[in-house]
């Protein structure tokens, strides 16, 4: 973690993370720590959100660790969580919602609920979300 200290005519940076000191000018700096935020809105922020997802539309991603492509069936808006949305989706092919070696069981058509970047929050037991989205 860096933090420029601002100051007239000063150059100090301190550093906390171990890496060495930028002996540069604070002015040449911070314009460039001002621009991030949007460098990264530039590179995120084109793609469609979750609202533009209707029915019909294609998309693909991983239902518990195992990889899809699928249709949405539907999709919904929750009004008791903004920015959530419950998605219906029937999947190309079956995937196997179980892990243990000697049992299977297959699911076609999954739910979900995901946030704006197309993840669900509910995770398994080793950390992935539930539910991963992607789409155009």
Known sequence: MWLV???AN???TIHLDGHPDYTGNADEIT???R?????LHAAVGNRAGPEQLTPGARVTGAYLG???SARIV???ALTSAPGSYRVSLDLDEAVDVVTFD?????RKRVNGVI???GVSRERTSNGRPQLELSWS
């Open 10 to 12: 000063s150059t100090s």
């Open 5 to 7: 200290v601002e100051a």
């Open 74 to 76: 539907g999709v919904q």
């Open 102 to 106: 000697s049992f299977s069981s297959f």
């Open 66 to 68: 195992q990889p899809f």
């Open 35 to 39: 621009t991030l935020p949007n460098t």
């Open 31 to 33: 314009p460039r720590v």
């Open 115 to 117: 946030g704006k970047e």
